[in-house]
């Protein structure tokens, strides 16, 4: 770890007014989002906490707890300020929750770095994920922020899926846009979100030649289902 990424967890999350549990907590979402799970040590983290190594294990257990309650933290800071912009609405000031992502919380770089890693944590945490979006888009359809969806959980399902994978490849993001998502720069995210925003407001595929591809797809997609049928029926006794 930097030295410049030491001295930002301590202007961060050194607060004398937090609780042990909350530091012992942030300070490993900083340590794990910085050289992963596997690479980080209690003693390293209570170091950071300033708390000793047999107070992380009273309060989690084990460094997997400890990574339980990391993934649980990140989905409800992630939860609160995505039901802040839409219960915002239209009146959302982009640049206030611009802001309030940038608050010293190394989200992007945690989930970037424990995504990749993998384990059943990371599909508890991604399914989480999932079904808050699923709430997100259909205030956002009630709200007029979003267009209602054939297949909601789809939908829901395909853009996490998008971002997180983008998150993953953030090294390629850096190079084909110019983009750094792990430091989070405040220039780096306007540009992000632009680009994400017009590709999803605007598309990308006429709405004729959607249709047209659509209806093919249903059709194919159903001969399929009704095949695969065919050869279970075959194959049972």
Known sequence: MTEDGRSRRRR???????????????????????QGVAATNLKDIAADAGVSTPLVIHHFGSKEGLRAACDQYIASWIRE???????AGKDLDPFLALRDALDGTPVI?????????GSPHVDQLIDEMVEDSLTYLAEGVEKGLIKPAENL???????????????VLHKHVKRLLGIDLIEGDPHSLIKWMRINLEVL?????????????????QAAEAQTAAERGDDADRETP
């Open 153 to 167: 959980r789809e939908q829901a399902s395909l853009i996490c899926v998008w971002l997180l994978g983008a998150l």
């Open 12 to 34: 961060t999350f050194d607060d004398p007014d937090r609780t042990a549990r909350a530091r012992i907590r942030d300070a490993a979402i900083a340590r794990f989002a910085a």
């Open 109 to 117: 770089a945690y989930l970037a770095r424990t995504i990749a890693d």
């Open 81 to 87: 300020r995505k039901t802040a912009s839409m219960t």
């Open 201 to 217: 407001a605007k598309g990308v595929i006429a709405e004729d030649f959607y249709d047209t591809w659509r209806d093919a797809l």
